[in-house]
């Protein structure tokens, strides 16, 4: 496996050179551990790798992280600073090597502002961008390895969804939460990791909130049931959204709604291939919904990306003109929300194949139970 974070790693440096820029600094985040095989949470501590167009990566990092670093990552040039140093005395001296005084440097996307602004003021008279205008290219297509996680991923998905549709009556009465809470231990059963964000269970009214989250509001006969869940599998997770109906007659004009965002989800599948656009796939689901009659009960864009990150590139929206390339994965995620009244989304992941697409995810679509 380290060998995958250094090949990641000079990819970044070639990237790094094409775009003009000089180095990248990284943070606790999924940019730093997609190139160092090292994984943490940010905390208050400067824990920074500087990737220099050329030469050997650095770490400036707290002594406290220094052995823990040396074993989990590949990279081996580890510079402590202990609480009372000032680390910008390590952060000075790297830049000094690499001549990034006056340079171009691509911070993490989602780095504190308590650390760019210390580069800044380290570094005042280097230029800034974000690290995405060199990882995100290459974190959007997905290796072998990266594939197979997120088919696990998918698969945890599936057995999960078609355990809680068998549920059936007994769903009738259960709180949101209580059926979220039945849905994270389901995906834990089927190998998930950890939930991959907070799973979404909107009852009646509530699955017309495409982020209702859950509540107390119980589960009653008739009731679409927006239910979007995943669990992390090897890093990488599952992400997949079912509408379905436990027991009881579904509310007039449900079906109709439910078989135009089916169909929707599908023409978007069908529309995926190399060399399309994402904003094609985009439209080819829109247009199912518009031709129903809901487009301006479609508020959101089809789909994202899915990896380290649940929600990254590519993006498949309106006027993203990326032309799609094998290894991408990506969310198929149409949807029609009635304020009121109930919403259906049906989602799958797809990866872009060299002719076509996989689909992730193979659980029912249907909106009955089993």
């Known amino acids: ?55 050997d990566p650095v770490f400036v990092v707290p002594d406290m992280y220094g052995e823990q670093i040396t074993e989990e990552s590949w990279v081996p040039d580890v510079r402590t600073w ?19 005084r006056g340079g171009r440097i691509l911070v993490d996307d989602t780095m504190w502002a308590l650390f760019t602004q210390d580069l800044r003021r380290a570094l005042p008279d280097a230029t800034f961008g974000l690290a995405s205008e060199v990882l995100e290219p290459l974190r959007m297509r997905k290796d072998g390895t990266e594939i197979e996680a997120l088919r696990r991923a998918g698969e945890a998905a599936d057995r999960a969804s078609v355990e809680v549709r068998e549920l059936g009556e007994e769903a009738i009465g259960m709180t949101e939460t209580e059926l979220a809470a039945e849905i994270e231990s389901r995906l834990a059963d089927a190998g998930g990791d950890e939930p991959a964000f907070g799973t979404i269970v909107g009852s009646g009214p509530n699955g017309a909130k495409p982020h209702h989250g859950h509540g107390d509001r119980k589960v009653g006969y008739g009731d679409p ?18 509408t379905v109906v436990f027991a009881g007659d579904p509310p007039d004009g449900y079906e109709q709604v439910h078989q135009a965002v089916l169909e929707a989800e599908r023409a978007g599948v069908e529309a995926v291939q190399p060399g399309a656009t994402a904003e094609s796939v985009d439209r080819a689901a829109r247009e199912v919904i518009e031709s129903y009659g809901y487009g301006e009960e479609f508020i959101h864009r089809t789909g994202h990306g899915v990896g380290l ?14 032309e799609l390339e094998p290894g991408m994965v990506f969310s198929v995620e149409p949807g029609i929300y009635l304020p009121g009244e109930f919403g259906v989304r049906i989602e799958d992941l797809v990866v872009v194949t060299e002719d076509g697409c996989e689909r992730l995810n193979d659980s029912p679509r249907t909106w009955q139970s089993l």
């Open 309 to 322: 990150d649940v929600h990254e590139g590519p993006y498949i929206v309106e006027g993203n003109e990326l």
């Open 1 to 55: 496996m380290p060998d995958v974070f250094a090949e990641r790693t000079q990819r970044s440096q070639q990237r790094l050179q094409a775009t003009e820029a000089d180095a990248l600094v990284l943070f606790p985040s999924t940019n730093l551990f997609y190139v160092s095989g090292f994984e943490e949470h940010p905390a208050e501590r400067h824990l920074l790798l500087f990737v220099p167009s050329q030469g």
């Open 225 to 242: 049931v927006v239910l979007d869940f995943g669990a992390y599998v090897g890093d990488y997770p599952g992400d997949q959204t079912r």
């Open 82 to 100: 202990s609480d009372g140093d000032d680390p910008l005395s390590l952060v000075n001296d790297v830049a000094d090597e690499f001549d990034l």
